[in-house]
């Protein structure tokens, strides 16, 4: 059998993984298999310095009830350890070494099933725990499946991933080879196939991440995006916050003739996307974020927020099939009203006027 030091190395060379982790992972599979050969009732740690594997067992009093078991084998009586340690003390621990090179072909195939056990496992935790970290990244792959529910399955390195109907842009289809685009939605464990990565391209996290690639500024730090809301396909709303007194967080974004954004918009199958400024002030915020439409006021109770508009620019507030308002109340977390701002004249002479003439027509 090789020195156990040598097989960490190789395995940690061969599968890219953390020395320190798999030899943790090393130790458990010596100990598990000493388990299995000898017996679960005996106590075994391995040395980490080096990787020594031992058996402890705990002095205990002569007239401990713990050695009248049979499987006592973590147990030794006083009076017997004093035979091997003169100066041994109840509550002390002998070590003993073991060597599992010696128990032949048995105890070879009992490590090499543990081990490759245990590092399948540290592999899938460690690829679990990099996926997990890129929750809401873009990534790309190419799509190696398309099954019958329209359920995309695209290759990401060294992992399946998968693209359900309802995460795509209404009326995107791929097909095998295509390479895509996606943000990781979700990374879950399931019991019969093991690690799952769930994509989305309708996510408002795919599209900063798509304005990250696109912008330098906001890759960089300089523009933060605050806050973004989307229905995929047709519209979105952005909120960006200069960090660089020197730098125009909506004309950045936008580029030079909206080169930028249309990059973007083009990415999302022509979604129209407005660039809003931030403001810490959540009325005005709110005001900024119905735009096109013009708000006159904006009052906030709780998590509702009343917007007072002019009559003509209820519909342009509200928007096609009430995008313009979804949008804006889902950008800023809050409930919004709107209230029609009539205008009245108190003008009591333009009003005479309005009654002559009537009264005129009617002679």
Known sequence: MEKIADIIESIANEKNLPLENVKEKVIKALTNTAKKIYGENYDFFVDPKN???????????????????????????????????SEVEIGDELTYECSLENLGRTAANTLHKELEYNIQKLLEETIFEKYQK?????????????????????????????????????????????????????????????????????????LEALLESEVPE???????????????????????????????????TVGVKGVRINAVS????????????????????????????????????????????????????????????RLASMLTGYEIELNENKIQSSDNSQNEVFKNLQDLFKN
């Open 134 to 206: 890129m929750c809401g990244k873009m990534v790309f792959g190419s799509v190696v499946r398309v099954d019958s529910e329209e359920n995309t399955f695209i290759e990401i390195d060294e992992l399946r991933a998968f693209l359900p109907r309802k995460n795509r842009i209404k009326g995107e289809k791929f097909k095998v080879g295509d390479v895509v685009k996606s943000v990781i939605r979700r990374v879950y464990r399931d019991k019969n196939s093991g690690i799952k990565i769930e994509l989305s391209r309708t996510s408002p996290k795919f």
């Open 266 to 325: 083009g990415e999302l199958h022509g979604e129209n996307i407005d660039c809003i400024e931030y403001c810490n002030e959540d009325a005005l915020l709110i005001s900024r974020a119905l735009a096109p439409a013009i708000i006159s006021s904006v009052q906030i109770e709780d998590k509702k927020a009343i917007a007072t508009l002019n009559s003509e620019q209820k519909s342009k507030a509200i928007g096609k099939n009430g995008i313009n308002i």
């Open 51 to 85: 990787l020594q594997l031992y058996q402890k067992i705990t002095v205990i009093d002569d007239n401990d009830e713990r050695l009248q078991n049979e499987n006592n084998e973590s147990f030794i009586s006083l009076s017997k350890a004093k035979q091997e340690a």
């Open 218 to 252: 906001i890759k960089d730090g300089f523009v933060k995006i605050c806050a973004s809301a989307r229905i995929p396909g047709e519209r979105a709303k952005i909120v960006l916050m200069s960090n660089n007194p020197n730098i125009d967080a909506i004309g950045s």
